[in-house]
Antibody, heavy 119, light 108 residues
């Protein structure tokens, strides 16, 4: 079965770029039919969809984050990545990657990784 | 996009039924049969419980059911068990996915 695992720095300085990678196992990103998403959860708060990428490289981002977000895919490594620029303390959150079905539901999810923005 | 509205908390005793509501607008919940529900235990990733309003993924107990009326979707958990205590989030398509604020379910 498909599993996802996030990786990347747990601490990022303000104004810098947050970079995370999601490694997919048990299935190929290139098989198509699914979208690959990033979702975040601020401490003690709800979930916020960040954006998705298709294996072809087409992307769609949350309008509220669009100016700072880049999602890319590396099909040779079966990975997709998130870059969020000009981060502030408000970007401190647990970041999840997930497989998105039919543009509106998510399964499975990675275990999540906490990213703290602090100097 | 505004977050969907969920009650902050609900509670019930073992064996009882509880319903969690998720209210949106005609642009999201009311406009599409694209509502999903997620269960999240503390420190864990969300788990899909319901998709397309009322469909249950393989492995999810039939105690969990979903429905929708107008701009409000609902998740009903019958025969409450201690392990159902968790946070629950709804999600709807609105041009892009939008989540509810979450509901904490306490099993008394």
């Amino acid at each position: 079965q498909v599993q996802l695992q996030e990786s990347g720095p747990g601490l990022v300085k303000p104004s810098q770029t947050l970079s995370l990678t999601c490694t997919v196992s048990g299935g190929s990103i290139s098989s198509g039919g699914y979208y690959w998403s990033w979702i975040r959860q601020h401490p003690g708060k709800g979930l916020e969809w960040i954006g998705y990428i298709y294996y072809s490289g087409s992307t769609y981002y949350n309008p509220s984050l669009k100016s700072r977000v880049t999602i890319s895919v590396d099909t040779s490594k079966n990975q997709f990545s998130l870059k969020l620029s000009s981060v502030t303390a408000a970007d401190t959150a647990v970041y999840y990657c997930a497989r998105e079905w039919e543009l509106h539901w998510f399964d499975p999810w990675g275990q999540g990784t906490l990213v703290t923005v602090s100097s | 996009q505004s977050a969907l509205t969920q009650p902050r908390s609900v509670s019930g005793s073992p064996g009882q039924s509880v319903t969690i509501s998720c209210t949106g607008t005609s642009s999201d919940v009311g406009g599409y049969n694209y509502v999903s529900w997620y269960q999240q235990h503390p420190g864990k990733a969300p788990k899909l419980m319901i998709y397309d309003v009322s469909k249950r993924p393989s492995g999810v107990p039939d105690r969990f059911s979903g429905s929708k009326s107008g701009n409000t979707a609902s998740l009903t958990i019958s025969g409450l068990q201690a392990e159902d205590e968790a946070d629950y989030y709804c999600c709807s398509y609105a041009g892009s996915p939008v989540f509810g604020g979450g509901t904490k379910l306490t099993v008394l």
